[in-house]
Every structure is written in structure tokens, then in C-alpha cells.
Nanobody, 124 residues
């Protein structure tokens, strides 16, 4: 059973930065993709960024150039560096892992089997 625990959320002003962390109970490279999702009140959960075992990264269009996903495989930890934060980035952020992913939907939430409990990010 995979456990994912997020941390690093908080409240920040517009234009500010936060770094989220996700500690995994297993080797993060054991999953094809591990990534970040977010869900704002009243909205669907959406993929933000994901990273493949070979280091390939994929980003949702609205965060390109502002967010950076990375992982420390030695520590089994995933990160999301978020810069130039906007009010629209306010959401609960989740870490998720997938063993297999359809190539045409790598940021699709239904592709991911394991989820953390989330960490809140508020931008105002």
C-alpha cells in the first residue's frame, strides 16, 4: 500500500511563492508517473504537473513557467515549487501516483491510483 503525505501549503500573497512536498512510503520511481493535482471549491480536481520515472515533466498550461515539479528519489519525496502565485491557484493540492497511464491523458485524475490527503494553498 502506497502512502503519500503532502506538506508545505499555507497562505501567501499574490505574486508570492510556496514549495509543496510529498513524502512517499515507497520508492517514487516505482510508479510510472507521480504528480500534483488541485481542487478548488466547487470545481473538478485537475492535474497540475506530473513527472515520469525518466524525469520527463508535463504541466497544465496555466502553470507553465510558474510551477516546477521535481523529485528526490533518494528521499522518496516529490516537490512542487510554485512561483508568481495567483488567486486562481487557491485550492487543495494533492499528490498522486500511477503505475500505468494512458499516454494521451497523463494529467487525468482517473489515471492515478494513490492519493495523499492534500494540503491547502490560499493566495490572496
Amino acid at each position: 500500500h502506497v502512502q503519500l503525505v503532502e506538506s508545505g501549503g499555507g497562505s501567501v500573497q499574490v505574486g508570492g511563492s510556496l514549495r509543496l512536498s510529498c513524502a512517499a512510503s515507497v520508492d517514487t520511481s516505482s510508479h510510472v508517473f507521480i504528480g500534483w493535482f488541485r481542487q478548488a471549491p466547487g470545481k473538478e480536481r485537475e492535474g497540475v504537473a506530473t513527472i515520469r520515472t525518466d524525469g520527463t515533466t508535463i504541466y497544465e498550461d496555466s502553470v507553465k513557467g510558474r510551477f516546477t515539479i521535481s523529485q528526490n528519489t533518494a528521499k522518496n519525496t516529490l516537490y512542487l515549487q510554485m512561483n508568481s502565485l495567483e488567486p486562481e491557484d487557491t485550492a487543495m493540492y494533492y499528490c498522486a501516483a500511477a503505475r500505468t497511464v494512458y499516454a494521451g491523458d497523463v494529467l487525468g485524475k482517473n489515471q492515478y491510483e494513490y492519493w495523499g490527503q492534500g494540503t491547502q494553498v490560499t493566495v490572496s
